[in-house]
C-alpha cells in the first residue's frame, strides 16, 4: 500500500477524488487459535443453515446440469441409477 501527497503540481498530471470514507486509525494484530495445529478447524463455524444451503446449491447445480445435458450427453442417459450416480457426481 502507497500514500502521496496531492501538490498543486501533482493535480496538473493526476485527477485526485474525494475519498469514499475515512479509514481513521486502523491496527491489524494477529490472533491466536485456540487449536492452531488442526486442518481442520475451520468447519467449527460452519452452522447448520451453512451446510444445509451449501448441499441444497450442489443438488440444484446438479440438477441444472443433468437438464441440460441429457439429451446430447449419453452419459446422462440410461438407468435412473446411473442417471441419479451422474447427477451426484
Same mark, same amino acid.
Given at each position: 500500500m502507497?500514500?502521496?501527497?496531492?501538490?498543486? +503540481?501533482? *493535480?496538473i498530471y493526476v485527477d485526485?477524488?474525494?475519498?469514499y470514507f475515512e479509514s481513521g486509525l486502523v491496527?491489524?494484530?494477529p490472533i491466536?487459535?485456540? +487449536?492452531? *495445529?488442526?486442518?481442520?478447524?475451520f468447519l467449527r463455524y460452519f452452522t447448520g443453515a451453512m451446510w444445509g444451503t451449501a448441499a441444497t446449491f450442489f443438488v440444484f447445480t446438479g440438477l441444472?446440469?443433468?437438464?441440460?445435458?441429457?439429451?446430447?450427453?449419453d452419459s446422462f442417459?440410461?438407468?435412473?441409477?446411473e442417471q441419479v450416480t451422474t447427477f451426484l457426481w
Open positions: 502507497g500514500d502521496f501527497t496531492i501538490l498543486t +503540481n501533482r *493535480s485526485f477524488t474525494q475519498p491496527m491489524v494484530v491466536k487459535a485456540p +487449536n492452531p *495445529s488442526n486442518a481442520w478447524t441444472a446440469v443433468w437438464l441440460l445435458e441429457r439429451k446430447v450427453n442417459r440410461g438407468k435412473p441409477k
